[in-house]
């Protein structure tokens, strides 16, 4: 038996070319069976414009929705599938997010800057915190009990939950779009478009540690962090494209081809898989294959329906479509497949179903 051994150079290209046959012989067994299977449709009731991001409480199986053309959050049931109400005196609702350890509902407001609290089953008003002005996405960062909201023309603010208070600000070079937590807690990943720049945060003395700049590319909105690669995705909508970042050292790992207008972006670590929502009309599903990510399937859906969420716990990905002539407002809820890993690999823990 002959064993070739390659140098350095020859392995890295063996290896690319094998994972690119790898994939192109296992597409067609996939071919005629979709990775995402819409299940439901679920309306939102009169609701009018645009729809921003989501959040979810576990716990109740509720669907909150920042319907920020509409100056509402609707809360979806889950269990039954259908529009429970609307929470109306917002101002251009753009983030939403649950805090499991207060019981308490966030949601951030561009129109004045405010993030308003509401508390309980019954969602009851519970506080104000003012920002100054549009205040835009939230994350949970449960490890530490901490609530960041990205807001003006360049902070990120730290929120106490159980003081319903804002502790301290994380200046940036300029507006937050998306961002995310590094799992470890002690990092935060931050998309910069104005100054075509991704931050890195360090928690310890709360400021920017570094900025990575992404010359020749515009609009870095979405963001995920693929925390088994180490890697920071983000999508970009001039040229349309997700690329891939190294999380200790900025360098560009691996680019593709994507969707137009991407808003939201996340990671199916079961599946090594990534989902990407666009206001052109499609998800963009994404398969880790070797060092690359390798766009697999091109779903489309809806003009604008730009927002989404991903929730491991129930594998389903929620997408918001808004209202058109013909349709009202819907979450649109899509179920995972099993895919080229599970093909390649044999992974028993996502059959398809």
Known sequence: ????????????????????????????????????????????????????????????QRLFVAELGNNSVGIVDLHSGRLMRNLDGFRKPQGVAYVKSTDTLYVSNAGDGAVQLFQGPDLVPAGRIELGEDADNIRVDT??????????????????????????????????????????????????????????????????????????????????????????LVAFRRPAKLQAFGMRDGALATSADACGDADDLFVDSKRRRVYMSCGEGFVDVFEALGDRYVRVEHVATAAGARTSLFVPELDRLFLAVRATWTEPAAIWVFKPQAGLFEAMHGNRDTPRQ
């Open 1 to 60: 038996m002959l064993r070739f051994i390659l140098p350095e150079r020859g392995r890295r290209a063996a290896s690319a070319c094998l994972t690119a046959l790898l994939a192109f012989s296992a597409a067609p067994a996939f071919a005629d069976e979709p990775l995402l299977v819409l299940e439901q449709k679920i309306p939102l009731g009169k609701v009018g414009g645009r729809i921003d991001h989501l959040a979810i409480n576990l716990e109740r």
């Open 143 to 232: 490890k530490n009990d901490k609530v960041f909201v990205g807001y003006g023309s360049g902070a990120l603010a730290v929120i106490d939950p159980s003081r319903r208070t804002k502790i301290a600000d994380i200046a940036l070079p300029a507006h937050p779009e998306g961002f995310q937590l590094a799992e470890s807690g002690a990092e935060i990943f931050v998309n910069l478009p104005d100054v075509r720049q991704i931050a890195l945060v360090d928690m310890r003395p709360g400021a920017v540690k570094v900025t990575w700049a992404i010359n020749g590319r515009e609009g870095n909105f979405p963001m995920a962090i693929d925390q088994n690669a180490e890697r920071v």
